[in-house]
């Protein structure tokens, strides 16, 4: 199995505390993330670290600028307690056809619903993604998302921690195999407690993130 998922779009670092968990990145690994942008309406801010190629790390939190949302905020992340790598996203080459085709492998990863916010140059960035509410809760089954005519946050010349390695663990494995090759995906898997971590190089030499 690859070290690094391919069609690896971007890994979701979620917090409680966004600006503690950016000043915690900046000082384990030397490289600061730089603000992404605003979730209008939806109560989430983000911060920015390539990865290398065309992905990158989102460390995404609530904005305590923003009123309260009226649902949850995405991704769960009013019940975290900590900092949790929770998911990650693939980008296929044709996102409605992927979606068509894991159907019909037998997972479906949910309808594509649109998604924007604005970058801090003002810049609003439009996209597409599956909503994952019928996704494996444990967050090794990636979304699927597709950026469209907006320009990919990759590009945008962030910071970068070239990624060495993703890994999942799940008592049992094979309960995400299915989906993960419904997907067209690929993940690094072993036996342990649900959860998705990552290692990055940087300055301070290679550092994990779980």
């Not at 209008?40 to 995404?60: K, P």
């Not at 904005?63 to 996203?89: H, I, Y």
Request: overall charge negative; proline content about 14%; some cysteine.
């Amino acid at each position: 199995m690859n070290a690094i998922p391919p069609l690896l779009d971007h890994l979701v670092l979620a917090t409680p505390d966004l600006a503690a968990s950016v000043a915690e990145f900046a000082r384990r690994t030397g490289v600061t993330p730089v603000p992404g942008g605003v979730h209008l309406g939806r109560g989430t801010r983000n911060h920015l670290v390539g990865l290398g190629g065309r992905s990158y790390l989102e460390i995404l939190g609530p904005d305590p600028e923003q009123p309260e949302p009226a649902g949850p905020r995405p991704f769960g992340v009013d019940r975290l307690t900590g900092p949790r790598t929770l998911t990650w996203a693939i980008s296929p080459p044709d996102l409605d056809a992927a979606i068509a085709a894991a159907r019909a492998r037998g997972y479906d990863p949910g309808p594509a619903q649109p998604m924007s916010r604005r970058t801090p140059d003002g810049t609003v960035l439009r996209w597409r993604l599956t909503d994952g509410d019928s996704a494996h809760p444990c967050g090794l089954v990636p979304f699927l998302i597709d950026w469209g005519e907006s320009p990919h946050p990759a590009a945008s010349g962030l910071p970068v921690t070239p990624l060495l390695e993703v890994t999942g663990t799940l008592p049992d494995p094979e309960e995400v195999r299915g989906p993960l090759a419904a997907l067209g995906a690929g993940l690094s898997l072993a036996a342990g407690p649900a959860a998705l971590s990552f290692t990055v190089d940087t300055p301070n030499g290679p550092v994990t993130f779980a």
